[in-house]
Every structure is written in structure tokens, then in C-alpha cells.
């Protein structure tokens, strides 16, 4: 305290040294003499400054020091000038060469973009601002290269998978690392009853400066054991100093539900009928071959009269499905002086769901505040607080309450009101819901709820202990407070078995990272052609995860749901998990004449998820960049604006498994007969290591006509080792897998990016954005002793891709008796009617896109934007996980795909979709229909895809008028995402967009939504 | 001078912040577990292990469900009707693919228990000085080990009575992660599983109620083990041993129902009917997967298993055994629906049903069948008669002679212990062939032999991806 004293005093000290002695005034205009608004115009080597007027002009107080003026503005370069004796001063700022004066966030600092050495991809603030998808990794599909962002679940608030350069791991996870103004943030889905939250949804996008998505391992070493998946950099927006300017916009719309495939349609009352009858047929004749056809269907009629007289016909997407308004309000201020500078910004999203039952509400705030004591001391401050509340119903298939799963699983026959408009809840006849449940009465009455207080903060301060040494420590938190509850009404669902049934799961996340960090920078020669840029810091990572759970039963009425009223507690628990993560870094850089660049990274990492010893592990990098075009050989070729070769190299590592699976454990929780009970249930594994990716990069960077079209070339080769598997084990040992370093694959891959400007004329412009990722992974080594490791349709194996599915080989339907056939191997020579004739193989189709990326149109003429955004998939394949319900009579109670109508019903027809069987029945003709739905080729699909996934209309009216009404600018626009979407596959019964395991799991359909809204500056 | 402060002020924050990484720091426990080797040290906590044990007993596929259910469902008891969720389709249908999921999770769950039983022994014997109470946890590991193998090796190895050299399961007595199974023969595995049962028997003294293996529960499941290798001189032995000295006694008939119907445990000192039953509670409980869902709709069930027509009108209508078959109707079937009403709790809110595993008039039909076979007919009829009379006091009794004797003993066996998952195993000890009824509406029946491959479940196949046993025949 007496130390924090001493130095406020010192400040005030140093405060008084500069005496003022005399002013200058001046003008600043841009290249065409244009006059600038809020450039910043300082002294050089203090914080002494100003900003300019509307006209430019600017009038400065300087102290006898002063020799030299920086004057900056966004968008232009910085300038320096030399008072010299003038009293008045005329600046012209050049157009700044945007790709190299551009700064990039990367570990731990930021760089300038000529001289990095790394594969990064920075995206704008401005890409990801005022689209209304609820969290920033949705809005990043199809924007980087390399980066695969994958939706899962249309749910409002759901979490995004997202692969960078390829799933590099098996049992840990393969998502990347977030950094927020610099904290390792806990991401993803941190609930535990929610079926889909995300941690990012709890920043609103429009309060971030910009993105940084770190590919290579030049740019992922530093991060260490937590950098192999890639890392994205988030960055907020921070005050600039000038005249206070607000931003503020309003958008509102409406979600609508994404396109129904033709192939997937639940069937309507009649058709359904139709095909319930013919199975119950075919059934019965082979049961009674002795039997008239008149005879059968007599007996079918009569079966089928147990689900109604047909006059009941349910839509039942009309009545799941419906339109989401869809709100956001943001309103920003930023400014501040030459000394202290904030922005505060407070934004609004409400987003309601496609599907009945769900929506999200978020609340969010930010204060960032910098200040520069004096020229030595500077310290900054960020406070992101935020709320978000998102209801969500079960929205998959994991139980008969789920509206998603409904969806498909009710039959049309079922009439969810009764005669006098009330919800019907009877299950005792088949009429009604003797299966499932009515979807409409449980979302009415229960309640699955999350409410999500977050806070990420940091303070930091900087030292220039000299000129070219800094110390900087920030200690940044995040704090994340969970409350989720769930209620089963008593008389209908999954509560009615309990009279009513209640949950209250509170679960907290608290994150501090500390950071202490020295950096130098050294101009080894005088002319200053060679510099040296070093870096080396500490790092402590503390989490600590807390949760408490209830659940109570037997609710007394309907009017009330929380645990209080409940008569019967089931449990009441608490539970915690923690990991630490200690950390040394450090890394330097040389550069020659800005041609020539060198660098290298070292991190140490400890972790607290691997036994003592091994809970140390290193991660080094080297890369080097070369600016081609500044070499005088490149002086003729004036068509090229600028070329950069890169090259690195370097290892990078995952912890990203359980936080206790080294340990051998005992647990409870095994309670038999009211008393509590435990059992050996970890098997542990002391010799657990990191896993190490060692990574290669080549890259090329390029631009050409000033400017006008720019390149990004990388090719990857990254090899993954000592990998994290679930060694499955023999299941006689009690465990299904021990997990151990074990295996290794790669992954290969291309990147491209083209931006281009083909036409940019007086009022018009083209500019062209696209990008391309290939990426090949290959498992290259298992287990000893092991040749293949299977689980369920999953199959890994040397030389085979780590998403390959592994199933039966479909071989289409006997078009002279409709029996379903079989490949008996993968040779697809001979074809069988008995499912256990058929090998199970590796049917060399793959979950993971062999191609993916995006591209982008935008034309501007005078005020009006146009831009569409285009998101493309090719090459995987999707598995349907529940057509063994939905096709097919061998489940005949459930709702059925438009599809199965075509079914085998004569010899000749070509289908494939067999005669249809009802049950499961062991008659040789019918037994081999009832395996038609077991897993198979035949619900594999191709994946592919192309999507707009934004376009937007946009009007900024003249900025005289603007001006006029006095505003400093303005913009109205439409906006619609996913409005259309091409798939390439007819057969396929639902959206291409199922995850990265490509598995439909009857999620929430993806959303369509169109806004209006208009933007403010003033 | 200011700015050295200001240096030495900074620097001496720097030293803190770099010197802060301690050993400790990285030293992260669990909440919720504690390391093995410090798990088992006290009586209590072999009590705590105990318990844990039963629990995965408990298990939806152990006898939480499946194991009961897949004896009369693959058998002539029940079937799945038309009209259902999905559930228990391949053992219904007789068609099992090698990555069946019950054969599955029964072969996961059993060696899940075993793994508990064997930490229990190999931690609880070094606890010192032992005591009675000790010895009886002790035995209970042992007695449920044997359980678990004799599950084992009749779900997935062929009868002792047909093939007692065929291939057996591989016996696990010792955590060891890198021990390769083996499959010995049937023989070794029933071996291992009277010895594991002779040692439960000596070690235990204590009367813990019905929740626990006891004494002589142990002997009764020795003297089931015995009845299914046809060695009937000490299936005799071990069953009378049961009767005369359990002290458990029958129920009178206008109690039966009432017995059914609770969902309770018995505590000591009640010795009613029960020798060995898996609890579940009002919290520790299977939820929607608990047995009584499967036969019935109410609270929420699926209701997907009917029983036999023939079944219910086995049973006089003086035999009070009849009012555990419901009659009514049933969504998707045609006539009348008959259901299972011995397990009506699933939507109690207070206790849920428990799975009786052994009970004394199946330990008497034991006994009357190793009469039967060594050969004494009349004490046959003598402890057939206990059982018959018990339940139906209006019933002259049996008085048959000669091989018609066996045939009353599997009626009165089939009618006592239905939906308790026996009849399936009485058919193929015998190896008798039998007609499985699969559909009711429209009719559909397999013919199932000795020799269906499917009487048999097939070793997962996520075993032989890894431990390459050998596959039984047909898969």
C-alpha cells in the first residue's frame, strides 16, 4: 500500500514537469486535401496531445522539449513531423498500406503484420458486429481458412464445434483455445443440464476490435500444452481519445425455421396409414401362409384401427415449429484524452427459437478504461459483465419430452387437443400418446431454464522500466455462475412417474490468470537495419469449478415449481473440480532491414492433470519470414505490391482431458438401500503425458496491383503423438477403457485466401473474398498389439481418416422380392440377405469435409452495400442415427420419413426402401426386412452443401446529410442469414449440418432469419 | 532517486509474481473420489464397498431389468408387443447380431460387479483384526462373485448339462488391467463358482435382512448352481440345508399378493419368502428403465412386454397367483392384454420395486427336483405340494408318478417364479424345445431347439476387438 502511494505521488510529480511554454496550431487533410475529423495529434516521447476539429485544424500547447508531432487517424498512417520554429503546421496523412501497418493480436502482444512470421487470421470487429447469431464462433463460419465452425443445433444459445487445421486429438478435446483480452477463458458448454449452452454466448460481438485465429506453430507454441487445437484471440474494443463518439444500433426481425428435406417429411395421416397396413400385411402372411391377401388385410384394418378412424391428420412441424422474433440493441461510447482513455458499451439480444419452447435474452456491458500515468506508467482496466437467460428445451433425441425429437417421433394419428381445445395427455390408447408424449402440453407446463451470470475482468499495468524494457503484470478473472432448472409437471412426461419433479443445479466457474511479462526491444546497429525483440514472462492458471445439485419430487400443484414446495428430496449434493496450470514463456525475434525476420518461442507448462512426473512439458517453435518484395530485385515488378514467404516450425501440446484422469480413484455416490456406498471406479494411469503436436507451415503472403488482389497460401503438415486415446480395455477388467498416450496421426491440409477488388470505379466497388481449406487427416499409429480400434460406427485405424465410419455395406433392395441386401465384404463382389453374413467395415466415407470454406461478394455504389456471404462443405458424410424409428414398419408406432414411401411393393421396382415387415418378426422373408434398419450404408448420406449464410443490404445516405442532421454516420439495412441453402444429396431426410461427428441426433433445426436495422454514429 | 523506488517496487512485484509457482499449486485432488489403495481400511468402509457392490447389481442391465426379463421374455412367458419402444426387440425376436447391446451392457455390468467383489477381497482381507462383521461383507464379495460368473456362464456359454467342456467365460479374480482373458471351459467357471460359495458360506454369521447376501442365501444360489449342473445329490443337500435352517418361511396365500406388493426390504430379524433381493429406493432407483416400466403403462411406463395368453390360464382360479396377471387391453394389440402386476411400484413415491434373486419355494422345487432325479418321488411330491398348496389352498395337490413328476415340477416352477427371469433357464438346463410366442397380433412364434445359436447371447464384439476370445457359434 505504502509502495502504491509512493507511486500515485510520483505521478502527480511527474505531471508537473512539463511546463508550458508554447503553442503550435495546424491542419490535418488526408491525401486529397480533404480536412480530418479526430486525428490525434501528440508530442512525441510524452502523452501531451490533442485532436482535431471537424475542419482538421488543431491548436496544441507544447512544452520546450516538444520537437516532434505524431499525428494519426484511423485508417491513415501515423505522420511524423518536425516543429522546428513553426507556428503552424499542414499535415496531408497518406492512405495507410492497410495490409502492413496493420497490427495483429498474437500471444501474448501484437505485432505488426509485415512482421510476423506465423500462420494467423485476423477478423475485423467489423465482420462479426450486428449479425444475429448469438455467439461470435457461429459468425466465423466460413471466415478463416483452416477453421471449421460447425452448428450443431439451431437452438438459440447452442455451442459450436470448431476444428482448426483438423481434429488433432481423439479422447482430449479437439476445440480450440479462447483467449479474452488475454485470459485462457473456460469455454464451450459449461452446464450440466442444459442440452446446449456456450460460454461465448455470453459476449455480445458487438464489442469486439477484432479476432486473431492462430493456426501454425509459430503463433501456437507459446499457448504450450493448451495451443495444439489452434487458438482464436479475442480482443475488445478499447477507447481512443478524441471527442466522445457513440454508436448505437437497433436491428429487429424474425428467426424462421430452416428448410424440412423433401426426403424427410413426416409422413401425414394417410400415407402413414398406408404403409401401417401394408407392413401388418406382408407380417401376416408370412405368419399364415395359408392366409387369403383379403384375409390380411382384414386383419391389417383391424390393427390399424387401434391408431384412429383416420379422420385425425397432425402437422406436427406446423405445430413444433413457428417464426422467432429476433432483437438486438447496442449502444456504444468511446473517448477520452490523451491521458485516459474508455469505451462503455451496453448491448441487448433477444433471439426466439424456431422450435416451440426456446429462447435466449442477453444482457451484456463493457467499461475498458487505459491511462497513462506518465510516460513510464500506464495501467488498463476491462470489466465485461454480462447475463444471458436461454430456455431450451431437451432439443435432441435424448428423451420422449424433447419437441426436436417429437417432431419426427409422433404419429400423425395423435391429436394433440382434445374436443374442447384442451391438451390432450392421455397414453392409454394408441389413439393418443401410448408412446411418447404431447410436446405441446410439456412445453407449456415444465420448465428447463438456464440463467448465466458471467464477468470476465482484468486489470493490468505496464512499466517502462527504460525505454526499450517493459514490465507488464494483468490479472484477469472469469467468473461464470450457472443456475439451471428443470421441471416435470406431475401429470404428463417425464415428471408424471414422480408426481412432479423438480432440479436446481448451481454450478460456478471461477478463472484467474496472471500474466507477469518483460519484453525488450534493441536496435543492434546504429542504423538501425537490425533489431531484436525479446520476451519472456510467467504464467499461473487457477480454476475452480463448483457445483451444487438438488432434485426434488412430488409437487403438491401446478401453480408452483420450485424445490421448496416439493415434499421429496431425491438429492442434494455438492461436487467441485479444479486444475491449475503454471507456466513459463518466452520468445524473441530478429529482424533485418524488416526483409529478413527470425523467430523463436520456448514454453514450460506445468498442469495439474498429469502425476508428478510428468507434469512438466516443453514446447519450443522456430519460424522465419522473408519480405520478398523488399528486395531490389522486386523494384521492376511494379504489379506486385508486396510478397512475404514464411516457414515454421514447432511443437504444441493438449491437456485437454479430465482434470483427475491420472489418478486411481475410489468413488461414491453408489448408494444401495439407503446407504451410501462406493466402488473402485478410476482406473487412472500415472504415466499420462501431454499430447504433442509437432506442426510445419509454409506460407505465402501476396499482393499485387496495389493492392487490388491479395493472396494467403499455407500448406500444414501437423503430426499429433503420444495422443490421448480411451485405450479401449478388456471389458472383463471392469472398465471399458484406460486412457494413455498412445497412437499417432496427421493431418495435412491447404489453406487459400483471394481477396480482390476486380472493379473499383468512380461510386463503385467489387470486392471478392474467398478461401478454401483442404485438410487430410490420416491415424498413423495405434496401441501395440492393436490393429483397430472400434466403438460402435467409429473406427481407428493406420492409414485410415480418424472420422471414417465403419458399418455394413448397403446393397440396395432385391428388386425381385424387396429383401434387403447386403455386401458380404468390402469387395462389394457378392451381395447377401443375412445381416450376419455381412462384414462390418471401414466404408472409407468420412464425418470430416475433404473441402470446406467460404466466399464473399460486396459491392458498394455511392451509399448502398451489397454483401453476400456463401459457406460451403463437400466431401463428408452424414449418418442418420434414428432412421431405425423412422423408416420402414419394423418400428411401425412411430411417426415415418416422407421416404418411406417409396417402398418395395412388386416385383421390378427399383427402391431402396424394402418391402415393408411390421415388428420384428422371425419368419426367414420378414426377419431379414426387420434388419433392413439396422445401421448400415444405407443411412449414410453425402454431406455436401453450399449456404448463403449472410447477405446484407445496406444505405449510408450522403455524409453531408448525415452531418447535417447531426449524426456522424448512418446506416439502414436488411439483413437475412441462411436464407438459401443447396443441398447435393435428394435422399438425405434432414440438413447436411449435423456437427463435426456428422450424426444426426434430432437437434433443433438451423434458423433462417431476416432483420432490418439501423446503425448511428454521432 | 524516485525512479529507483519506482524500480525496486516493480521489481520486487516481478519477484513475487515469478516466484509464486509452488509444488502445491499444480496439486489438484478430486471431491468426489479418494485414491484406491486409501479406499477399504476400516469396517466401515467395507461396509461402504458393500454397498457400492449391491448397487451395480441394480443396474438397469443386471437385475435392474434385463436379466429378469430376458428369462421369461425368451421363453414362453412374454412377449413384446406391437405397439412399443423399441426395447428388448433382438431377444423377442430370437435374432441376435454380434454387437447385440444387451449382450453387451450384461457382459459390461457383470464384470463392472466382479471388479467391486474382488477390490473388496483383495482390500478387505488385510483389515485387521477381522470380526464377524468383517467375515460377513467378506462373503458377501464372494457370494456375489459367484453370482455374477454363474450369470455369465449361462447367458454366454452353452449348458453344463449339454457341454460342460465348451468354451466357459473367462474368470477375473484379481484387478489386473493388462491380464489377458481366456475362456477355460464351462466346467472350470461352475468350479470357481462353488468354491467362491463354499468360502461365503464358512465366512458369514450375520443376518443383514433381504438387501444382502446372507449365509444361507449363498446356499440357496449353491443349491440353483448345482440344479443347472444336474449334480442333484448336493443340489438335494444344499437346498434342504435352506430350508430347515434359514428359518425363512412361505407366506400364507391371503399374504402373497400384499408381499408382491411391497416394495420394501426386509430387515432383521423378517425372514418371509425373500433369501436375496436387489433394493431400490426412492432415490437410488433405475428411474424410467426400472423393471415394472416395461410391463406397465401407469406413471409413465412403456409397457412393452405382455404375457402369455397360456400363462394366466395356467393357474386355477383359486390360486392366488392369478391376481399377479393383470387383464384389460392394451394400445396396438388386438383382445385382451395380459400384464405383469409383480412389479407395481415404479411410480411409488415413496420405495420402488426390488428384484427378488432368490426365494424359498424356488429352494423347495429345487429340492423336489433333486427328490425327482436321485430318485424319491414321493418327497418330490412332498416339496412340490409345499409350494403348489401354499399358494392355491384349495388344491388337492400333486400325485403324479414317473416322468410326469418332472413335467409338474417345471408347471409349478413356471407358474411360482414367473417374471422373476427363470422359466427361460428351467427350458434350457433341460434342453427342451418350446414354442416362443413373438407377436400375438398378428401370431408369430419361433420354434426354438437346443441347438438355436441364439439361446446363447454372442461375446460382444467390442470384447473380441480387443481381447480376441473365442466367438460362439452362429455370430
Known amino acids: ?1018 | 532517486m524516485k525512479s529507483i523506488k519506482y524500480k525496486l517496487s516493480l521489481f520486487l512485484l516481478a519477484a513475487v509474481a515469478f516466484g509464486s509457482c509452488k509444488k502445491a499449486f499444480l496439486n489438484d485432488k478430486p471431491y468426489d473420489a479418494v485414491l484406491l489403495v486409501d479406499a477399504i481400511k476400516t469396517e466401515s468402509d467395507l461396509q461402504g464397498a458393500v454397498s457400492g457392490m449391491y448397487s451395480s447389481l441394480r443396474t438397469t442391465d443386471l437385475y435392474g431389468r434385463t436379466l429378469p426379463v430376458k428369462g421369461d421374455l425368451m421363453a414362453d412367458n412374454t412377449f413384446v408387443t406391437t405397439s412399443n419402444s423399441g426395447r428388448y426387440i433382438p431377444l423377442n425376436a430370437y435374432l441376435f447380431t454380434n454387437n447385440d447391446a444387451y449382450a453387451l451392457a450384461v457382459w459390461t455390468n457383470a464384470y463392472v460387479a466382479i471388479k467391486y467383489a474382488n477390490s473388496i477381497i483383495q482390500y478387505g482381507s488385510t483389515i485387521t483384526p477381522a470380526n464377524a462383521n468383517i467375515n460377513e461383507y467378506l462373503g458377501e464379495a464372494y457370494a456375489t462373485r459367484a453370482l455374477m460368473n454363474f450369470e455369465l456362464v449361462r447367458n454366454y456359454s452353452h449348458p453344463y448339462t449339454a457341454a460342460p467342456t465348451d468354451p466357459g467365460i473367462p474368470l477375473v479374480l484379481k484387478f489386473d488391467e493388462t491380464a489377458v482373458p481366456v475362456r477355460g471351459t464351462v466346467k472350470d467357471v461352475y468350479t470357481q463358482i462353488i468354491a467362491d460359495l463354499e468360502k461365503a458360506y464358512s465366512l458369514m454369521t450375520v443376518y443383514r435382512g433381504t438387501a444382502y447376501f446372507s449365509k444361507y442365501a449363498a446356499r440357496a444360489l449353491e443349491a440353483r448352481v448345482y440344479q443347472n449342473m444336474g449334480d442333484w445329490a448336493n443340489a438335494k443337500t444344499t437346498a434342504l440345508d435352506v430350508i430347515n435352517n434359514s428359518g425363512v418361511v412361505l407366506t400364507p396365500s391371503t399374504g402373497y399378493v400384499a408381499y408382491w406388493n411391497n416394495p420394501a426390504v426386509q430387515a432383521p430379524p423378517a425372514k418371509t419368502e425373500t433369501l436375496f433381493e436387489v433394493a431400490s429406493d426412492y432415490t437410488s432407483n433405475n428411474q424410467f428403465d426400472q423393471i415394472g416400466f416395461i410391463y406397465l403403462t401407469a406413471g409413465g411406463g412403456y409397457g412393452d412386454i405382455l404375457v402369455n395368453a397360456d400363462l394366466y390360464n395356467a393357474y386355477s382360479a383359486t390360486d392366488v397367483r392369478k391376481q399377479l396377471i393383470g387383464v384389460g387391453t392394451r394400445s396396438g394389440q388386438t383382445g385382451t392384454a395380459y400384464t405383469c402386476l409383480k412389479y407395481t411400484n415404479a411410480a411409488n413415491g415413496t420405495d420402488k420395486d426390488d428384484t427378488k434373486v432368490l426365494r424359498l419355494s424356488d429352494v423347495m422345487l429345487i429340492a423336489a427336483e433333486a427328490y425327482y432325479n436321485t430318485p424319491d418321488i414321493a418327497n418330490a411330491n412332498l416339496y412340490l405340494n409345499k409350494v403348489a398348496q401354499q399358494r392355491d389352498p384349495s388344491f388337492a395337490g400333486w400325485s403324479d408318478a414317473g416322468a410326469q413328476v418332472l413335467e409338474d415340477i417345471l408347471v409349478e416352477r413356471r407358474k411360482e417364479l414367473a417374471f422373476e427371469g427363470n422359466r427361460f433357464w428351467d427350458l434350457v438346463r433341460l434342453q427342451r424345445s418350446f414354442t416362443k410366442t413373438t407377436n400375438q397380433s398378428p401370431l408369430v412364434t419361433v420354434a426354438v431347439t437346443p441347438s438355436n445359436n441364439a439361446l446363447i447371447f454372442p461375446i460382444p464384439l467390442n470384447e473380441l476387438n480387443v481381447s480376441h476370445l473365442q466367438q460362439n457359434p452362429g455370430f
Open chain 1, 1 to 1018: 500500500m505504502r509502495q502504491l502511494l509512493l507511486l500515485m505521488g510520483v505521478v502527480l510529480l511527474s505531471m508537473q514537469l512539463f511546463a508550458q511554454q508554447r503553442s503550435v496550431s495546424g491542419k490535418v487533410t488526408d491525401a486529397n486535401g480533404k480536412p480530418v475529423f479526430n486525428a490525434t495529434v501528440l508530442v512525441k516521447g510524452s502523452s501531451m496531445g490533442t485532436t482535431t476539429k471537424e475542419d482538421g485544424t488543431f491548436t496544441l500547447n507544447l512544452p520546450a522539449t516538444a520537437k516532434t508531432l505524431v499525428i494519426s487517424s484511423v485508417g491513415l498512417a501515423p505522420q511524423e513531423v518536425s516543429i522546428g520554429n513553426r507556428a503552424t503546421l499542414l499535415v496531408a496523412l497518406q492512405p495507410t498500406d492497410k495490409d502492413l501497418q496493420e497490427v495483429v493480436v498474437v500471444g501474448y502482444g501484437t505485432q505488426k503484420k509485415a512482421d510476423i512470421t506465423s500462420a494467423i487470421t485476423k477478423v475485423g470487429g467489423d465482420k462479426v458486429a450486428n449479425v444475429p447469431f448469438s455467439s461470435v464462433d457461429q459468425t466465423l463460419q466460413g471466415k478463416v481458412a483452416g477453421m471449421q465452425s460447425v452448428t450443431f443445433s439451431g437452438q438459440p444459445g447452442a455451442n459450436q464445434s470448431i476444428r482448426i487445421r483438423g481434429i488433432g486429438s481423439y479422447a482430449a478435446s479437439a476445440q480450440p483455445l479462447f483467449v479474452i483480452d488475454g485470459i485462457q477463458i473456460n469455454s464451450g458448454d459449461l452446464s450440466r443440464q442444459t442440452t446446449s449452452s456456450n460460454v461465448l454466448a455470453q459476449l455480445n460481438p458487438d464489442d469486439i476490435e477484432s479476432i486473431s485465429v492462430l493456426k501454425d506453430a509459430a503463433a501456437t507454441s507459446i499457448y504450450g500444452a493448451r495451443g495444439s487445437n489452434g487458438v482464436i484471440v479475442i480482443t475488445t474494443k478499447r477507447g481512443k481519445s478524441g471527442k466522445t463518439k457513440f454508436n448505437a444500433t437497433v436491428e429487429a426481425g424474425s428467426n424462421i425455421h430452416g428448410d424440412l428435406m423433401k426426403a424427410g417429411k413426416p409422413l401425414r395421416t394417410a400415407d402413414w396409414l398406408t404403409l401401417y397396413k401394408e407392413g401388418y400385411t406382408n407380417s401376416y402372411l408370412v405368419a399364415n401362409p395359408a392366409a387369403s391377401l383379403s384375409t390380411a388385410q382384414a386383419a391389417a384394418a383391424t390393427s390399424a384401427a387401434a391408431y384412429g378412424d383416420g379422420t385425425v391428420d397432425t402437422d406436427w412441424p406446423s405445430l413444433l415449429l413457428k417464426n422467432g422474433p429476433q432483437e438486438q440493441y447496442n449502444i456504444s461510447a468511446s473517448g477520452g484524452d490523451a491521458k485516459t482513455q474508455f469505451f462503455i458499451s451496453g448491448g441487448y439480444f433477444k433471439q426466439i427459437g424456431t422450435t416451440i419452447g426456446e429462447d435466449l435474452t442477453r444482457y451484456s456491458t463493457v467499461i475498458n478504461l487505459d491511462h497513462q500515468v506518465n510516460d513510464k506508467l500506464s495501467f488498463s482496466l476491462s470489466i465485461e459483465p454480462s447475463y444471458t437467460k436461454q430456455n431450451s428445451f431437451i432439443s435432441n433425441s435424448s428423451a420422449f419430452a424433447s419437441p426436436t425429437m417429437e417432431f419426427y417421433f409422433e404419429r400423425p394419428t395423435s391429436n394433440p387437443f382434445n374436443a374442447d381445445g384442451s391438451y390432450n395427455i392421455d397414453r392409454t390408447s394408441s389413439k393418443n400418446f401410448s408412446t411418447t408424449y404431447n410436446p405441446l402440453y410439456i412445453v407449456a407446463h415444465d420448465i428447463h431454464s438456464l440463467d448465466n451470470f458471467s464477468a470476465i475482468g482484468k486489470a493490468a499495468g505496464t512499466y517502462n522500466i527504460l525505454s526499450n524494457l517493459k514490465f507488464t503484470t494483468s490479472f484477469g478473472m472469469q467468473y461464470n455462475n450457472l443456475e439451471e432448472f428443470q421441471y416435470n409437471n406431475p401429470l404428463h412426461g417425464d415428471g408424471a412417474a414422480s408426481n412432479g419433479r423438480g432440479y436446481s443445479y448451481y454450478t460456478r466457474y471461477a478463472l484467474y490468470d496472471w500474466v507477469n511479462q518483460l519484453s525488450y526491444h534493441a536496435n543492434l546497429t546504429k542504423d538501425n537495419n537490425l533489431t531484436l525483440d525479446l520476451g519472456a514472462g510467467t504464467e499461473a492458471i487457477n480454476s475452480r469449478g463448483y457445483n451444487i445439485t438438488s432434485q426434488t419430487n412430488n409437487y403438491p400443484t401446478l401453480l408452483l415449481v420450485d424445490a421448496a414446495n416439493a415434499s421429496t428430496p431425491v438429492a442434494g449434493k455438492n461436487d467441485g473440480t479444479d486444475y491449475n496450470f503454471a507456466s513459463y514463456f518466452s520468445r524473441g525475434s530478429l529482424t533485418y532491414k524488416g526483409k529478413y525476420i527470425l523467430a523463436a518461442s520456448f514454453r514450460r507448462d506445468g498442469s495439474s492433470r498429469f502425476s508428478e512426473s510428468h507434469e512438466y512439458g516443453n514446447f519450443p517453435s522456430a519460424s522465419l519470414a522473408w519480405n520478398v518484395s523488399k528486395e531490389n530485385f522486386m523494384d521492376n515488378l511494379k504489379f506486385v505490391s508486396d510478397v512475404k514467404l514464411r516457414a515454421s516450425y514447432g511443437s504444441s501440446g493438449n491437456a485437454e482431458i479430465g482434470n483427475y484422469t491420472w489418478r486411481q480413484t475410489y468413488g461414491y455416490g453408489l448408494n444401495y438401500n439407503n446407504l451410501p456406498g462406493g466402488g473402485f471406479n478410476g482406473i487412472g494411469n500415472s504415466e499420462l503425458q501431454w499430447e504433442h503436436a509437432n506442426q510445419a507451415d509454409i506460407g505465402l503472403d501476396a499482393s499485387f496491383f496495389k493492392n487490388r488482389v491479395s493472396l494467403i497460401l499455407d500448406y500444414y503438415d501437423k503430426k499429433s503423438d503420444k495422443l490421448l486415446f480411451n485405450q479401449p480395455l478388456s471389458l472383463t477388467t471392469g472398465f471399458g477403457s484406460i486412457t494413455n498416450n498412445i497412437g499417432a496421426l496427421t493431418n495435412k491440409g491447404i489453406e487459400v485466401t483471394v481477396n480482390a477488388t476486380p472493379v473499383a470505379v468512380k461510386n463503385f466497388t467489387w470486392d471478392i473474398s474467398f478461401n478454401f481449406t483442404h485438410n487430410k487427416n490420416v491415424v498413423t499409429q495405434l496401441p501395440p498389439g492393436q490393429t483397430q480400434i472400434i466403438s460402435g460406427v467409429e473406427y481407428i485405424a493406420p492409414g485410415h481418416d480418424i472420422y471414417e465410419f465403419y458399418m455394413r455395406q448397403w446393397a440396395g433392395v432385391d428388386p425381385a422380392t424387396g429383401n434387403p441386401l447386403w455386401y458380404v465384404d468390402n469387395t462389394k463382389a457378392t451381395t447377401t440377405t443375412n445381416i450376419n453374413a455381412a462384414a462390418t467395415v471401414p466404408v472409407g466415407k468420412s464425418a470430416s469435409p475433404k473441402y470446406f470454406g467460404g466466399f464473399s461478394n460486396t459491392f458498394t455504389y455511392r451509399g448502398f452495400g451489397l454483401s453476400a456471404d456463401f459457406y460451403y462443405n463437400y466431401g463428408n458424410y452424414v449418418r442418420d442415427q434414428w432412421a431405425s424409428y423412422l423408416t420402414d414398419e419394423v418400428n411401425s408406432a412411430y411417426g415415418k420419413y416422407a421416404y418411406t414411401l417409396n417402398r418395395w411393393q412388386k416385383p421390378g421396382d427399383i427402391t431402396n426402401v424394402p418391402k415393408l415387415y411390421t415388428g420384428a418378426t422371425n419368419s426367414s422373408a420378414s426377419a431379414t426386412n426387420s434388419a433392413s434398419i439396422n445401421t448400415s450404408t444405407r443411412f449414410l448420406y453425402k454431406g455436401d452443401f453450399i449456404r448463403l449464410r449472410n447477405i446484407v443490404l445496406s444505405y449510408s445516405p450522403d455524409q453531408k446529410f448525415i452531418k447535417k442532421i447531426g449524426f456522424s454516420s448512418l446506416k439502414v439495412y436488411v439483413r437475412a442469414t441462411n436464407l438459401w441453402t443447396k443441398v447435393y444429396d435428394n435422399a438425405i431426410p434432414f440438413d447436411p449440418e449435423q456437427g463435426i461427428s456428422s450424426q444426426s441426433n434430432l437437434n433443433v433445426l438451423y434458423n433462417k432469419s431476416v432483420t432490418a436495422g439501423l446503425s448511428l454514429g454521432f
